[in-house]
């Protein structure tokens, strides 16, 4: 079946460093990957997507690219912000039949702390 | 537009209780998806419903676990003879049709004693 393996956290930066959170995936079609933050307290919000291979999904400062080779789409920004403390979670939705997609399959969440 | 609405935000039960989580879609979108996420773990999908149906049920535990998506009114997941693992955040989502794109809810956060 379909899997998300996200790189362990927590993760602590300070302002203004370069952040990696690494996600692969495995996955018998060809799936739409997304990136989702969580606030403390508050559900999820879509970060950005992308829905085919090379793709790239980019918003507020952060970028993935949709690396069918490597089953990959990791989450990059160039300088973190105070702001961006919270949950990362890497997740992809595959079809489930027609026209119509299913299930999001998540990673475990890669918890995100930025220090001024 | 308003977002995915869930209620209530909390809820407390007693071991042996009923809960039932309500979820509104957002306007336009026929399709809901219900997540649980257990403490310090990440989101696993329970439930996908259209209006009337039930598209994929292969998250659900297979007892005291039930979901519905009339043609009027909200999703409800309910849970009976609740138990203390059954507590978490409870999430919904919803897409319109054929849309890959999925839009949380705030959660509901149960806590069974």
């Known amino acids: 079946g379909d899997s998300v393996t996200q790189m362990e956290g927590p993760v602590t930066l300070s302002e203004e460093a370069f952040l990696t959170i690494n996600c692969t995936y495995t996955?018998?079609?060809?799936?739409?990957l997304f990136w989702y933050v969580q606030y403390p307290g508050e559900g999820l919000q879509l970060l950005l997507k992308?829905?085919?291979?090379?793709d790239k999904g980019s918003n507020k400062g952060f970028e993935a690219t949709y690396r069918k080779e490597t089953t990959s789409f990791h989450l990059e920004k160039g300088s973190v912000q105070v702001s961006d403390s919270a949950v990362y979670f890497c997740?992809?939705?595959?079809?489930?039949?027609?026209?119509?997609?299913?299930?999001?399959?998540f990673g475990q969440g890669t918890i995100l702390t930025v220090h001024p | 537009n308003a977002g995915v609405m869930q209620n209530p935000r909390h809820l407390v039960r007693r071991r042996g209780q009923e809960a039932r989580l309500r979820c509104s879609p957002m306007?336009?979108?026929?399709?809901v998806y219900w997540y649980r996420q257990l403490p310090e773990e990440g989101l696993k999908f329970m439930v996908y419903l259209q209006k009337e149906n039930i598209i994929d049920e292969s998250g659900m535990p297979k007892e005291r676990f039930s979901a519905e998506f009339p043609k009027e009114g909200p999703s409800i997941l309910r849970i009976q003879q609740v138990v203390r693992g059954d507590s978490a955040a409870y999430f919904c989502?919803?897409?319109?049709?054929?849309?890959?794109?999925?839009?949380f809810g705030p959660g509901t956060r149960l806590t069974v004693l």
């Open positions: 992308a829905t085919k291979a090379d």
């Open positions: 989502a919803s897409s319109p049709p054929g849309g890959r794109e999925q839009f």
């Open positions: 997740a992809l939705s595959d079809r489930a039949g027609g026209t119509s997609y299913g299930k999001l399959t």
């Open positions: 306007k336009g979108h026929s399709h």
């Open positions: 996955a018998t079609g060809y799936p739409s």
